[in-house]
């Protein structure tokens, strides 16, 4: 017998993940140009030549029991100070090695931070629309998550009920900006409004609140958006990051958490998020790919390729009817359902090989995801697919 | 403020660990050349030439979206039929992809596995000496570690003791073989009997007992011992590899876990397997390297040198009056401290710039585990100073 709890998990599991599954299936059965895989953030955009120039250059430089050793849980002392000094150079930050915990992806990243500083009942807020896998994360350490209901108007976070919604036992808040599913980046002013409630809300119950920001599409926006930096903003902010989507790397499992000298207890954050981040059973993240990243701090995927497809997405949804508002960052669209249950839409799309997320995967029913991290010709030639289900669904 | 179950684990952090850091403190003071640093099994033998020539081969063969890109949350399907028929050809049985789940290394496997299989309070055996990470394993998950004294005659494990433990709530049995820290290879005989015991517990209870077989040293072997397959002895059987002894590859986190079809309720436990891969925030062992190790099937480190390190370390310690056994595997000397408290005895060592991991790390007090996958010119330069520490011990 498994265990109870993953008895759930497994019951409710990933929704893009068995959609992922599934687009395989058809692709099998109809041909892989006949499947209109929107369900997963798998960029199709390759990595820059640098990466893999980078992986034959630490080959080449580095000794084998060095580079595919074990090194300090947190990273590499050079890899942590070579990426400090680009956050630094980018942000007019001021991080040092002692900052920079090297993590597997994100997720591993998020994971670590919330071992790290949750107890069981602790409350850990998330902001609708968001990324489904924090209830896992937060329930891996017995958290309890707090959602904050969408604003569909603008898909800011709604401040007022975040707000009523901190109590003293909320430890952290997790944004994602720019965030996945809309693409939206969540403005300066909205940032400084939120660093106030925080604090407000630390001093009014004597605690810590830490604000968790991942941000794996930070160098993924349109349209000259800046997307802020948070700890300049809010001193107990910890930073997710993961090269997945900047760096075309997702498999790889790469990335780091950034730990701000000036979050409260840093010293026992920066020790535990070490410790955590060898029980959790990473150990540290892949080595190679510490060496690989670090040469390719200033390296960029073609983000005008996503930008094509956005484009051609929005342009081409708006004209059959559909209503989403245009990203200003990440490689998804948020498109409402035309019909209330979007998960039947979902299933609708499907019998026009077309794969979609439901939006009540990430709290905001009545709204699907679009990944439009794909060849741009899936966009083109899903299109006329896409009007035979605006047809049947009595939106042409 | 850190979570309260991660102060506990910061302050009894890994002994390992802080000794691995000291050996970098006292090299930068003395020298690296200075200093014997027997902390931390990191080898020193590199990885096997075709590992660097297999990161050549697949970045040309591959795409790049492909290459780097997510896949199942299990692996690469073809990564896992390529091991699994390499598993098969070695020793006769009969995996197929469904029973490999790629894991970042054997740490992340046992945390795959036991998120997959622990209910809070349900027991995992452990026999002593073992590795003393299993401790934070097993708590991750709120298990209670159940631990088996060592049998310090042979460091065989101790069946009698092993079987009256076993009650309702024994959910695992973790061996490690060849082991950490002795060198031993639990003999066929062993394997034999432990499955008797197991089946009849089994029958006893109306359970089921999964016996996680934890294999990183498996390829590690002198003499030409043999280390029996256990799957073929007790069905239940859940394997745990990693390729960072077998190629040199600690820092990169590669392993997988098999899961035979034979295992109770194995639907089960491979769909919580993957799903546990996922939301522990592995997502999936890193791309690049599943399919590196793919094409390195069959190399193999230098287990010839590690085998002079094995001898000079041993007949030069006997012959100071220092008394162990002579490993059949691995690459650690478990040798019996001449004092009663090892702690200390590690620490006169420190003295002497030797550093050693007291046994108590691996619930076995009054021992020290000396990791020889060091150079060999190390063993020998250590010699003088061992000699000093017999002296000033009173052995000499």
């Known amino acids: 017998m498994i265990s109870k709890k993953m008895v759930g998990y497994v019951n409710s599991s990933s929704v893009i993940r068995a959609m992922f599954e599934e687009g395989k299936r058809l692709a099998s059965i109809y041909g892989p140009e006949n499947v ?10 390759p990595a820059p030549d640098e990466v893999n120039e980078a992986f034959a250059t630490v080959i080449a430089e580095e000794k084998s029991t060095y580079l595919h050793g074990y090194m300090s849980n947190s990273g590499y002392e050079e890899v942590r100070e070579a990426i400090a000094n680009s956050i630094n150079s980018k942000f007019g930050t001021n ?15 998020l994971n670590v931070i919330l071992k790290t500083l949750i107890d069981p009942e602790d409350e850990v807020i998330a902001i609708a629309p968001f990324f489904g896998e924090y209830r896992s994360y937060v329930s891996n350490y017995d958290g309890k998550l707090v959602v904050v209901s969408p604003d569909t108007s603008s898909f800011q976070p709604n401040l007022k009920e975040l707000e009523e919604k901190i109590t003293p036992k909320t430890k952290a808040v997790i944004v994602n900006t720019p965030n996945n599913p809309t693409g939206v980046i969540y403005s300066e002013e909205t940032i400084i409004k939120l660093a106030e409630i925080l604090n407000k809300k630390q001093a009014e119950f004597g605690t810590d609140i830490y604000l968790i920001s991942d941000e794996p599409y930070r160098e993924l926006v349109y349209d000259g958006f800046e997307v802020p930096y948070i700890t300049k903003y809010y001193a107990n902010t910890v930073v997710g990051y993961s090269y997945s989507k900047s760096l075309s790397l997702p498999g790889e499992r790469i990335g780091y958490l950034v730990i701000p000298s000036e979050v409260a207890d840093f010293e026992d954050v920066i020790a535990a998020a070490s410790v955590a981040t060898r029980i959790l059973g990473f150990v540290n993240a892949p080595s190679i790919l510490q060496k690989v990243v670090a040469k390719c701090l200033d390296a960029e995927v073609n983000v005008a390729a ?4 956005r484009k051609a997405l929005y342009n081409g949804l708006k004209e059959l009817g559909f209503e989403c508002i245009l990203p200003q960052g990440a490689f998804y669209l948020f498109v409402k359902s035309p019909i209330e249950d979007e998960k039947e839409f979902c299933n609708i799309a499907k019998k026009h090989n077309i794969l979609m997320v439901p939006g009540s995967t990430f709290a905001c029913p009545g709204y699907v995801r679009i990944a439009y991290c794909v060849a741009y010709e ?19």
Chains 1, 2 share one sequence.
Do not use: C, H, R, W
């Open 95 to 109: 991080f040092g090695v002692k900052n920079i915990v090297m993590t597997v992806g994100a997720a591993g990243g």
């Open 36 to 45: 209109f895989d929107f369900s997963l953030g798998n960029p199709n955009v």
């Open 306 to 309: 996503y930008d094509k497809n």
């Open 378 to 396: 899936t966009i083109i030639n899903s299109m006329p697919k896409f009007k035979e289900l605006a047809k049947e669904i009595g939106l042409q």
